[in-house]
Nanobody
Framework: QVQLVESGGGLVQPGGSLRLSCAASGFTFSSTTMSWYRQAPGKERELVAVITSVGGRTNYADSVKGRFTISRDNAENTLYLQMNRLKAEDTAVYYC?????????WGQGTPVTVSS
């Protein structure tokens, strides 16, 4: 059974940092493209960052380039999102997504609030 469990969200002041984690199980993590998405109140879910299985190539939304870093630990079956210089507009529920080609799975989300 595919399972994705996010953690690390919370309340942070503007300019602060958070690191999100996504623990994966039930599939071959190292062979799966992984992504972070977010959904702000009243808005559609949007792609934040993606990391491929082979080569670990990354891509980012323009709004987070230079501030966020996606990474993966294939030995620990864990996906990360390091978020620096956070802004109020980064406030959202953050979801990790596994895209295995023949399956797609989402985590339950972890909320991030950026506010003073």
């Amino acid at each position: 059974q595919v399972q994705l469990v996010e953690s690390g969200g919370g309340l942070v002041q503007p300019g602060g940092s958070l690191r999100l984690s996504c623990a994966a199980s039930g599939f071959t993590f190292s062979s799966t493209t992984m992504s972070w998405y977010r959904q702000a109140p009243g808005k559609e879910r949007e792609l934040v960052a993606v990391i491929t299985s082979v080569g670990g190539r990354t891509n980012y939304a323009d709004s987070v380039k230079g501030r966020f870093t996606i990474s993966r630990d294939n030995a620990e079956n864990t996906l990360y999102l390091q978020m620096n210089r956070l802004k109020a507009e980064d406030t959202a529920v953050y979801y990790c997504k596994a895209d295995g080609g023949i399956f797609v799975s989402w985590g339950q989300g972890t909320p991030v609030t950026v506010s003073s």
